[in-house]
């Protein structure tokens, strides 16, 4: 073992006056608990925070260093832990310029409504329901409002094949409960207030009175909408949830909110889009078979749509429309929805700095675009091959603990070590980089319009997938976040590279530390 290696632990945080043999707790902990104080941006800290927040500060680094947009690809050649046959000449240059478009607030504030003005004009013009769910679906593919959610991942029937995945969708709660629980109302006046103060915002209403109305209007269409959602407890019942469905049954369901019309529109639309250039679709034939979720909610839409006045459903899609937006429009909007999603919902008490924001804003588009540059700076490949030995260690340990198991049967220690010999670990970042060349934001472009081409690209990157077999090497996480999760279908276990950092992984500790 090398003997210049510490033991992980920081005795200097300790207590100088608590035993640890009266309250071992307090001994290490007390001096923290006594003198930390919560940031009025957070509404939780702790070790994962710290280390997100070192990620974040890291991160800011790449966006904000004239260097990534110089050429330095024979600086990644010779990095092993990133070179690849398609490593980036400019590294990280699509997230900086998504970051800073979103850092010009001077022009967000300047531009107005002009972010959502077509997708307004295109609510008010439609002339019957069939028009405006032609809107609904033309708005989709760029990230417009929607009452039904599409997603793209695994057939639990088939697992090895990605399949589209229709869930109950179109409210601005949390979930159903908040729309009929009692205990729920003081957040239901607070929800009117924010749709009152967006709706006089976007000079949608003649006066305070006429926005109030709207807004309680809004709330009572979302009301007869959250009647059909399934609870929280229904909707994680994994067999209650799979419902294989074809076409004819799905337009069926839907009914009045018809299938076929918004299909097409949502194909008309991206088909004029730059996206589609690139990552062309064809969305009805990804309709031939389908996951529905939760069937009674579609019957529920076709009996809710047929009822609901054309007025009101307007208003409900103006309304999705100025709160999917906020970060796109001026400062007022950000504001009133932080006011309420921020502080109400979330019991924050200040807005967090914007160029925080920024970086979180671009792990979620852009992830792997960043991380990897994230990875050549603070990820070395010995803390990668050491934390690949101590895992493998573990492996081994417990197939040692399988096989010498009194209690265990043979057929099922059988089961049990085939299950592990099948166990992949993967640690720090992914072996195969995501393929952002589609991905069309630009620097001398507007935040609106990257964050357009940002939703049009991930439509496109996700509906490409639906009939292929699932990317086993695909990660759920960015190598900057902090977390590491399991995934049972594929049987694999991934830490990213920011969690393992100090405390939870030190590359400069003793083999015992790490455990």
Known sequence: MNTTMNSGIDPASFSAVISPAQDLFRYVNGPWIDTYRLPDDRSRYGSFDRLAENAENQIRDILQDDAVMQDDTADNASDSSTADSDAPSRPAAKSRALFHSF????????????????????????????????????????????????????????????????????????????????????????????????????????????????????????????????????TRDSVKTYNPTDYADLSAMLGDYDLDAWIDAWQTAYDRTTAAQAQPLTFRKYFDRVIVHEPSFLTGLNAFWKTA????????????????????????????????????????????????????????????????????????????????????????????????????????????LEKLSKFTPKIGYTNHWRDYSALDVREDASFARNMRAANLYETGYQLSKVGQPVDKDEWLMNPQTVNAYYEPTMNVIVFPAAILQPPFFNPDAEDAANY
Request: net charge negative; with cysteine; aromatic share 8%.
């Open 103 to 234: 850092l010009d607030e001077d022009a967000i504030n300047a531009s107005g409504l002009s972010a959502i003005a077509d997708q307004l004009a295109s609510i008010d013009a439609a002339a019957d329901k069939r028009a405006l769910v032609r809107t609904l679906g033309s708005m989709n593919p760029a990230g417009g409002p929607d009452l039904i959610g599409v997603a793209v991942y695994g057939d639990p029937g088939a697992p090895e094949t990605n399949i589209i995945h229709i869930e109950q969708a179109g409210l601005g709660l949390p979930d159903e409960a908040y729309y009929r629980e009692d205990h729920y109302a003081p957040i239901r006046d607070a929800y009117v207030n924010m749709v009152t103060r967006q709706l006089r915002n976007a000079k949608l209403a003649d006066d305070d009175q006429d926005a109030q109305t709207q807004a309680k209007r809004f709330l009572d269409v979302e009301t007869r909408i959250a009647a059909n959602h399934w609870d929280n407890v229904a």
């Open 309 to 416: 006045d054309l007025d009101d459903l307007k208003l409900w899609a103006r309304v999705h429309v100025i709160i999917g937006s906020t970060l796109e429009l001026p400062h007022e909007f950000d504001e009133t929805n932080f006011d309420f999603y921020g502080k109400v919902l979330s019991g924050q008490k200040q807005q967090r700095d914007r160029w925080k924001r920024g970086v979180a804003l671009v792990n979620s588009i852009c992830g792997e675009d960043v991380g990897r540059e994230y990875v050549r700076r603070h990820f070395p490949e010995s803390s990668k091959r050491r934390m690949e030995q101590l895992v493998g260690n573990l492996i081994d340990a417990y197939r040692v603990s399988i096989s010498s198991s009194t209690w265990l049967g043979e057929q099922t220690k059988a089961k049990a």
